[in-house]
Structure formats: structure tokens, C-alpha cells
């Protein structure tokens, strides 16, 4: 498959979920919402405080696998951009957190989810918030614009991750602080897994190695890596997501592969991460 392909599968997948929300069909992100989307990775990750006044449909269009700007320290009158920002609800969260004097941009490319994220602004009454239209691969921002760079779950379904944290570093001013949530695996990925566009677009084929990511970070020029685990799959975990992928399981018959077998080599695999980094001061 090219990175076409995934471009197209991917915007397929979260407009689609965009229209549902839109239409009334529900999303997942907290223990109070149900719906499609729901599952082991996107679950219980805000708390109610958290949401409180927030549009139902920013909260159901959370679609990611942490909370970043829980954990991104966020201070009063900085600028965050939100890398695949969705249904806004990272955006928003940041927005309150640096204030008035702050901005917070939301960055997609699927105009379903931009389109549902300005109508989550405006109902929310959040005026230091902008989406923007683009590519994570190619950020419309200037160089040294923004204070953080956060993200939930989307660089992992980039074809072009080096891409990714060069534009991240470019964007960033000195000191600024790289702070996102995503999936990483400890060890290889299966090759049927890989080759998913399924399990591509759900965030398990295109993820990377644990110290891979480490090192295509320090690659870009970042500094002070770190990747915290913060929940670990389980066989049962990854079970619940690859049911909803026909095609996947279609080509595992085919092969004449178990998948019990991939699943039990996938058990405690597969874990969402806090990653942080650092731009040097000196650069």
C-alpha cells in the first residue's frame, strides 16, 4: 500500500466518524458515552472536571489514546498546536489551560472533523482557538510559532513520521516542549498486521517501536526523550479491536495463520505513551 492509500483510508475512516457524531450516532471517550468508536484505547481518559461545559459532541469525537494536556504542563499565555486535532476537544482543553492570553490551533485534514471542531468552538464560546486545514507532514505555521506541540494518537497513523518530527521541531521555539499521547509496541509488528489497512487506520499497523521513536526523535533534533507507558494491551485488549476489522481477519485465514497465535504474540505488545521532548535552547 502506498502512503496515499493510508492518507485516503485514514480520512476515510475519521470523516466517517465525524458524520456520525454530527448525525446523532455517538462517539466514545469517557465511562458516560457509547458508541462505534468505543473500545480499550479510546475509554476513560478524561475526567468529568475535565469535560465539564465542553459540547457532547467534542467529548464523543475523542478518538485518541491519552490525555496530553493533562500531562503537558501547560502554562497561562502559551501557544500549543494540536496535531490531528479531530473533534477539537484537545484544542478547547488546551485553550482554557493557557488562557486568554494564549492560543491554542488544532491542525487536520479531514474537513468532516474540522468542520464538527469549529461547530465545538463555537458552542463552547472559545475565542483563543483556531483549526487549521493541513498535513502533519507539512504544518501551515511558521517557524518558532508555538511554545508545545501536543497530539493524540495520529502520529502513529502517519506514513512519514521523520516528516513529522522535523516539522514538529521546525515549528517549535527554543525550549519548546514536544508532549504527545500515542501507541507504541515493544518489538516487530506483525507482517499481516502491517500490511493492514484496517489495523493502519485503528492505529496498530503503522505504530513504532518503542526505542525507534527515541531515536527518530533525537534524529529530528530534539532532546530529553522519554516514553511512559501509560496503559499496556493485553491478547483480550487487541482481541476487541482486531474483531472489528473483516478484512484483517480475512487475510489471517487466508494465510492460514491462528489468530489466537498473533494474538498471544501480541499480549503486552502494543501500549499507549505519554512521549516527551525538548528543543535545545540552542538551536
Do not use: H
Amino acid at each position: 500500500m502506498s502512503d496515499q492509500d493510508i492518507v485516503t483510508s485514514v480520512k476515510e475512516k475519521y470523516g466517517q466518524a465525524a458524520l456520525r457524531i454530527t448525525s446523532g450516532g455517538g462517539g466514545c471517550c469517557d465511562s458516560q458515552s457509547s458508541g462505534i468508536e468505543c473500545g480499550p484505547i479510546t475509554s476513560n481518559l478524561y475526567a468529568a472536571d475535565e469535560t465539564a461545559g465542553l459540547p457532547a459532541e467534542a467529548i464523543q469525537a475523542s478518538l485518541g489514546c491519552g490525555n496530553p494536556v493533562a500531562l503537558a504542563e501547560l502554562k497561562p499565555g502559551e501557544t500549543v498546536l494540536d496535531l490531528g486535532s479531530g473533534g477539537g476537544i484537545d484544542v478547547l482543553l488546551s485553550a482554557k489551560r493557557v488562557g486568554p492570553t494564549g492560543k491554542a490551533y488544532g491542525l487536520d485534514m479531514t474537513d468532516e472533523m474540522l468542520a464538527l471542531a469549529r461547530e465545538n468552538q463555537q458552542n463552547a464560546g472559545v475565542e483563543n482557538a483556531e483549526f487549521l486545514k493541513g498535513a502533519i507532514e507539512a504544518i501551515p505555521l511558521p517557524d518558532a510559532s508555538v511554545d508545545v506541540v501536543i497530539s493524540n494518537c495520529v502520529i502513529n497513523l502517519s506514513a512519514d513520521k521523520r516528516r513529522v518530527f522535523a516539522e514538529a521541531f521546525r515549528v517549535l521555539r527554543p525550549g519548546g516542549r514536544f508532549a504527545v499521547s500515542d501507541i507504541v509496541v515493544k518489538g516487530e509488528v506483525p507482517v499481516p498486521i502491517r500490511k493492514s489497512m484496517e489495523a493502519w487506520a485503528g492505529c496498530f499497523a503503522g505504530v513504532l517501536e518503542e526505542d525507534e521513536y527515541r531515536t527518530l526523535l533525537a534524529e529530528a533534533g530534539f532532546e530529553e526523550v522519554e516514553v511512559e507507558p501509560t496503559r499496556i494491551y493485553r491478547a483480550s485488549d487487541v482481541r476487541q479491536v482486531f474483531e472489528g476489522y473483516k478484512t484483517l481477519l480475512q487475510e489471517i485465514e487466508r494465510q492460514g495463520l491462528r489468530l489466537e497465535d498473533l494474538l498471544t504474540e501480541a499480549d503486552g505488545k502494543y501500549r499507549s505513551a505519554f512521549i516527551r521532548a525538548v528543543k535545545p535552547m540552542r538551536r
